[in-house]
Nanobody
Framework: QVQLVESGGGLVQTGDSLRLSCTIS????????MGWFRQAPGKEREFVAA????????YYADAVNGRFIVSRDNRKSAAYLQMYNLKPEDTAVYFC????????????????????WGQGTQVTVSP
């Protein structure tokens, strides 16, 4: 099991950019696919983006496709979510999550397929 800590959230205005970071400890970053999820008050947790262990497979939710970029640096044991052109509907707590690298690609968009989660970081986008 690995430990994940998100950072980089904050209060921004519509159209602004923000970069979220997720540090990984207790294991080797290269052993895990990494996903980003978010949850707004009263809403179900939803998939945002994911990147596999070798940076060869990417997934994005339709709501963020073209605006968000997921990346990672295994040597630095970190994953990132670069967010551009933020909208009020992006307001949520953002979580990073990890799953073992052999997990099937189609499971990278499924929250129940992830075994380790960070505590979350708040992103608030004002109109």
């Amino acid at each position: 099991q690995v430990q994940l800590v998100e950072s980089g959230g904050g209060l921004v205005q519509t159209g602004d950019s923000l970069r979220l970071s997720c540090t990984i400890s207790g294991g080797k970053a290269r052993d895990y696919n990494m996903g980003w999820f978010r949850q707004a008050p009263g809403k179900e947790r939803e998939f945002v983006a994911a990147i596999n262990f070798g940076r060869s497979t990417f997934y994005y939710a339709d709501a963020v496709n073209g605006r968000f970029i997921v990346s990672r640096d295994n040597r630095k044991s970190a994953a990132y979510l670069q967010m551009y052109n933020l909208k009020p509907e992006d307001t949520a707590v953002y979580f990073c999550a990890a799953q073992w690298w052999t997990t099937a690609d189609q499971q990278m968009r499924i929250d129940s397929a992830y075994t380790d989660w960070g505590q979350g970081t708040q992103v608030t986008v004002s109109p």
